[in-house]
C-alpha cells in the first residue's frame, strides 16, 4: 500500500509537458531611444503550405511574331525570303478588255496559287518599291506631284468633309455607329464620278473604260457597311487600286514617293478619322498578338523612311519627346503615339509585338522582317484573301467554270490529253474556280486552277490517283500507236511479196 501510494505522489510531483505552441516570427530587439518601442516593423509571417504565394510571370514575352500557340506560322515568317521590289507592266488600253472584279479565293492553295504567280509576286513588289521610293524621307520632304496624285488627294479630302457633314448617332453600343453607313452611301452613289475625276485628270487618253474594274477596289478600301469594321484587308485594297493605276500607266514610278508622303498620309488621316468618329470595329484583329488593330502598310513605310537614321533607333518610340515632335514626320512614330492615344494600360501589355520590335538593334531589319511578315499575315491568310477582288488587271489563274448544259468532269490534263469522267447534270452551274460531280450520288468538289497555262482539276487526296490514271493511259496510247505502227509495216511488206508469192506459185 506505501509503495503504491508513492508512486501516486512521484506521478503528482512529475510536471506535465508544455502544450505545442505555434512558431512565432521573430520580434524585433532594437527599441527606439526616445520612446521605447520597436525602431523596425515586424516582419511579416510566412505563407502556409496550402496557400503559396503566386508565381510571377513576366509580361513581356521572347521577341517573337505570333502566340506561342503557332510555332509553324512564326517560322513560315522567319524562313520567307525578304520580297523584292518589282516594275509594274502597262496595259494597252487599245487592245486590253476590262471586267468586274470578283472574288476567287477559297481555299489556303488558291491563296499559295496567287502568290507564286506572276501577278501575285508583281502585286507585293509594288509594295515594296512603294516602301523604297520613301527610304530616308520625310513625309515634308518636296516631291513630284503629278496631276493625278493632286486629283486622288483632292478626294480622299471630300471623304474627309463628308464625315464632318455626317455626324455619328447617339447609340449604347460600343463599336459600328449607324452613321458610318450613310457615309458609305454616299459614297457609292458618287464613286463613279469620283473615279472619272482621277481618271480624266490626265487628259491624254481615254481611261473610262476602266471604271468598272477600278470602282469595287476603291469602294473596298474604306471598310464595310454592312458590318461597320475595318482592317488589314481593306487597307490591301487600297495597295491594289494603286497597282491598277500603275498598270494603266497613271502612276509611274517617279511618283511612288508622292503616293507614299501624301496620298497614303492622307488616306490614313481619313481613315483614323472615320475609326474615331464612327467607332469602327477592327476587322480580324489578332488582339494583343497583332502588329495593329487597323493597319499593317503605314508600319513598313515608316520603318523605311527612319533606315539609316543617325540618333533615331527602334527603341525611340518610349521616348515621348520624340513621338510629340517628330510624329508628323514619319509614318512609324505617328502609328505608335495613335495606338498609345487610344489604348490604356502599359505599352508591353497591348502591344507587345511592338514592344518587341523595338529591341531590334536596327530599322532594316525592321523593315525587312515587317516585309515578310505582310506576306505571311495578310496576303496569305484566307480571312482576309477570301474577300480581294480579281480581274483583267490583277489576275488570280484560276479558271471560271460556268457550264449551263451537260458538263463533263475533266480529271486532269497531260500535254493537252484530257480525261472525262460522268455528267455533272444539266442546268446546273457552277461556283468560279470550281466544279462539283454529282455522278454516282455523291458530291465530289475539284478546285481548277492553271499549272504552265493548261488547266487542272484537282480534288485533294485524289491529285495522285490522277496522276496515275493520266500515266496509264498515256502508255496504253503510246503502246497503241507502236503496235499501228508495226502492223502498218506489216502491210506494206505484205503488199510487197505478195506479187512474188502468186507469180512463183503459177510455176
Not at 473604260?209 to 487597307?235: K, W
Not at 514619319?330 to 492615344?341: A, E, H, P, R, T
Not at 452551274?429 to 499549272?451: A, H, I, K, N, Q
Not at 508495226?486 to 507469180?503: I, K, M, N, Q, R
Amino acid at each position: 500500500m506505501e509503495s503504491d501510494h508513492s508512486l501516486s505522489l512521484d506521478a503528482q510531483k512529475t510536471p506535465s509537458p508544455p502544450p505545442q505552441q505555434q512558431p512565432q516570427a521573430p520580434r524585433c530587439t532594437t527599441t527606439c531611444h526616445n520612446c521605447g518601442g520597436p525602431a523596425t516593423p515586424t516582419p511579416p509571417p510566412s505563407f502556409p503550405s496550402l496557400s503559396p504565394p503566386p508565381s510571377y510571370i513576366p509580361i513581356r514575352y521572347p521577341a517573337v511574331n505570333l502566340p506561342p500557340s503557332c510555332p509553324s506560322q512564326q517560322q513560315a515568317i522567319i524562313l520567307s525570303p525578304v520580297p523584292h521590289a518589282q516594275k509594274v507592266p502597262t496595259i494597252s488600253l487599245s487592245t486590253h478588255h476590262f471586267q468586274t472584279p470578283i472574288k476567287q479565293i477559297h481555299s489556303q492553295s488558291d491563296i499559295d496559287r496567287f502568290q507564286n504567280s506572276e501577278s501575285g509576286s508583281n502585286f507585293l513588289g509594288f509594295i515594296v518599291a512603294l516602301s523604297e521610293s520613301i527610304r530616308g524621307r520625310k513625309i515634308s520632304d518636296p516631291c513630284l506631284q503629278s496631276q493625278t496624285l493632286v486629283s486622288i488627294v483632292s478626294v480622299l479630302k471630300t471623304l474627309i468633309q463628308w464625315v464632318d457633314e455626317i455626324p455619328p448617332v447617339q447609340q449604347s453600343a460600343r463599336y459600328g455607329n449607324l452613321s458610318y453607313r450613310v457615309w458609305h452611301e454616299r459614297l457609292e452613289e458618287q464613286s463613279e464620278a469620283l473615279m472619272r475625276k482621277i481618271l480624266e485628270s490626265d487628259g491624254e487618253c481615254d481611261y473610262s473604260p476602266a471604271i468598272i474594274e477600278l470602282v469595287p477596289y476603291f469602294m473596298d478600301c474604306f471598310g464595310n457597311a454592312s458590318r461597320i469594321d475595318y482592317g488589314t484587308g481593306h487597307e490591301t485594297n487600297l495597295g491594289a487600286w494603286l497597282y491598277c493605276l500603275a498598270r494603266l500607266g497613271l502612276l509611274k514610278e517617279e511618283d511612288y514617293q508622292g503616293v507614299v508622303s501624301r496620298v497614303f498620309v492622307k488616306y490614313l488621316e481619313l481613315m483614323r478619322k472615320l475609326q474615331l468618329v464612327y467607332c469602327l470595329e477592327p476587322a480580324g484583329s489578332h488582339g494583343v498578338w497583332g502588329l495593329d488593330d487597323y493597319h499593317f502598310l503605314p508600319f513598313i513605310f515608316g520603318s523605311s523612311q527612319l533606315i539609316d537614321h543617325k540618333y533615331m533607333k527602334p527603341k525611340s518610340i518610349h521616348n515621348e519627346d520624340i513621338l510629340e515632335n517628330f510624329s508628323n514626320e514619319y509614318m512609324y512614330l505617328s502609328c505608335i503615339q495613335f495606338v498609345k492615344k487610344v489604348k490604356k494600360g502599359l505599352f508591353a501589355e497591348h502591344s507587345p509585338l511592338l514592344d518587341d520590335i523595338s529591341g531590334v538593334p536596327n530599322w532594316n531589319k525592321v523593315n525587312s522582317g515587317l516585309l515578310k511578315m505582310y506576306r505571311v499575315e495578310v496576303l496569305g491568310k484566307v480571312p482576309i484573301m477570301q474577300h480581294f477582288l480579281f480581274g483583267s488587271l490583277i489576275k488570280c489563274y484560276l479558271i471560271q467554270c460556268s457550264f449551263s448544259c451537260s458538263a463533263f468532269m475533266s480529271l486532269g490534263v497531260v500535254s493537252g490529253i484530257y480525261l472525262v469522267a460522268g455528267n455533272c447534270g444539266k442546268g446546273r452551274r457552277y461556283s468560279p474556280g470550281f466544279l462539283e460531280d454529282t455522278s454516282g450520288g455523291s458530291r465530289c468538289r475539284y478546285s481548277v486552277t492553271v499549272v504552265r497555262d493548261r488547266p487542272f482539276i484537282s480534288n485533294g487526296h485524289r491529285d495522285v490517283g490522277v496522276m496515275v490514271w493520266n500515266a496509264i493511259f498515256l502508255l496504253l496510247l503510246l503502246t497503241s500507236f507502236v503496235l499501228l505502227c508495226e502492223l502498218s509495216l506489216l502491210f506494206l511488206a505484205w503488199d510487197e511479196t505478195l506479187p512474188v508469192f502468186l507469180h512463183s506459185s503459177s510455176f
